[in-house]
């Protein structure tokens, strides 16, 4: 993988990637978000706020390669997901964008508000979920294309009591 | 007026009648004669290893503090100030010196003991004892391996010792995966999961052997295709057991030597058998399996699993993942990374259990149909060598056990 040094990415141009994958995600063309990472790409959401938390030595909530993404992409997809049914509608909205250029790496930082509902429950009255994150995209350009060298989010209340996430976020 | 419950008609050997799972009534009397007569787990003793460390938990609906006093002595008492029944500790754990109530400054001792109390010239001659009004004890505390039971308002009919007779050889093959015998709970991480269903469906859940291939099918084909994990449903799989007192096991497999060289890196194996010696440690790291301490606990393969009723009808479980002490890196990341695969609110399994208990919520809302079944394998079961209660890992004799001593104890409670 070759990062040209002097790519830079304008607060715009940073928006309107997260403004793209917030949309593939919400509209569920999943596949067509997985294209957005790297080969070599990591998607890991923390169990901790800590800045510092070593992966290897503290569980995360999800730490996938692309080999596990892949697998988690099939799992979802697969109808065998039972937490899954019925599936969940999300609502990505993204703001407080800020971005920089490290060593050839545009990294996006960005605060998430997150809505999911699940509708159709036998049980009814499924509460709509608010979710609140920190994310960190980090960005490198390869064919001329912008890709995720990696994806993480950091929910406010990753410790805490948390009913299901078995969606893609 | 309330009428005693025919709990051997409710609980019987082959089947649960459904209101155990729904009924107000039920759930005060498990209060009462399980969660505040009977050994509880509350800690490990990794998770307050210093003088002055504590952690908050819950004794059924009751908050408690487990600490550690200078001494090293380690203690449960209740979390309400016995002024004006304020919780003294509002944290989950820290380091403290003493527990200091913030509406009125009464301050207790890390054995309870009220030490002080603010402005004490405003009490006249005989209107504060402070030998009467400290932290309310726990009747009993002990620990086996560094697993800290309570009892909180009677001694139990049984000792530690006995209560755990017959699971014991787990217990000790749990702690000996550390090549020292020693593991630290919950410093790797915590997963804190809820659902809205009785308590007792985590008892059961966390030894079935019936379900994984239904519910866990996606996920045991990446654990089989990626993870070096043995199909235990082609041969390795082993038994259910009843190991006494409401205690039981899923023994998940039992791997031949070829296989355990598989299943982990040499390095490791070479480690172990330095440490415990080739049959302990070939013994050890040929078994998986799920062991439920009843009530409350369950230790799985990563985690020491605390089940925690908040009301008949929700239950908060905790996952506390354990770390191995003094093994390789490799193996304790390996512990991270297949823990979080299954486990995680995110993960390949757990968010399918907890659909199926919360389907199990709403299922069990039809009364008449009153009869939740646990009668398979009942025929064939045997009997080990320790009059320990057998079957197939996917029959139903784990799941038959906590109710011999859910009778015992809910009719032994009626008697006081």
Known sequence: MSANNSEQMTRAEAEDFLFAEACLLDQGEVNEWRKLFTADALYWLPYSRDVNVDPTKHVSIIYDDMEMLDERIKRLQSGACHAQIPGSRTQHSVNNVRVKTVDGVVIIDSYLTLHEYRANRQDRFYPLQTMAANCEHKLVKQDGEWKMTSKKVVLLNCDGEIYDLSFLI | MTVERDYDDLARIDRTHVSLYNDQGVYSDEMERIFYRSWIYVAHESEIPNPGDYKTTFMGDVPVIVTRSENNEINVVINRCTHRGVAVCPLEKGNTPSFVCQYHGWEFGMDGELLAVSMPRGYNEGELDFKSLGLVSAKKVESYRGIIFASLLSVPDI?????????????????????????????????????????????????????????????????????????????????????????????????????????????????????????????????????????????????????????????????????????????????????????????????????????????????????????????????????????????????????????????LGSQS
Do not use: C
Request: glycine share 10%; net charge negative.
């Open chain 2, 159 to 411: 000792s530690l010792d006995e209560k755990l007779r017959g699971v014991k050889e787990y217990i000790d093959m749990y702690m000996d995966f550390s090549p020292v015998g020693e593991i630290v709970v919950g410093n790797s991480g915590v997963n804190k999961h809820y659902y809205n269903a009785n308590w007792k469906i985590q008892t059961e859940g966390s030894v079935e052997g019936y379900h994984a291939p239904v519910t866990h099918a996606t996920a045991f084909d990446i654990m089989i295709r990626k993870m070096g994990m043995p199909d235990n449903y082609q041969g390795y799989g082993t038994k259910g057991m009843d190991g006494g007192y409401g205690n039981n096991l899923l023994e998940v497999y039992s791997l031949p030597d070829e296989a355990v060289y598989k299943r982990w890196p040499a390095e490791y194996i070479d480690l172990m058998i330095e440490k415990h010696g080739k049959e302990r440690a070939m013994h050890v790291l040929r078994h998986r399996f799920n062991l439920v301490i009843f009530p409350n606990l369950a230790l799985l393969e990563y985690q020491f699993r605390v089940i925690r009723p908040m009301g008949v009808d929700k239950t908060e479980v905790r996952m506390y993942h354990t770390m191995l002490k003094d093994a390789p890196d490799e193996i304790n990341t390996r512990r991270v990374r297949e823990h979080e695969f299954f486990y995680s609110p995110a993960a390949f399994g757990g968010p399918d259990d907890y659909a199926m208990f919360d389907r199990a919520g709403q299922g069990m809302k039809a009364e008449m149909v009153p009869w939740i079944l646990f009668n398979r394998g009942i025929k064939s079961e045997e009997v080990d060598e320790h009059g320990r209660r057998y079957g197939g890992h996917t029959q139903e004799t784990q799941q038959r056990a906590p109710y011999f001593e859910y009778r015992r104890l809910m009719k």
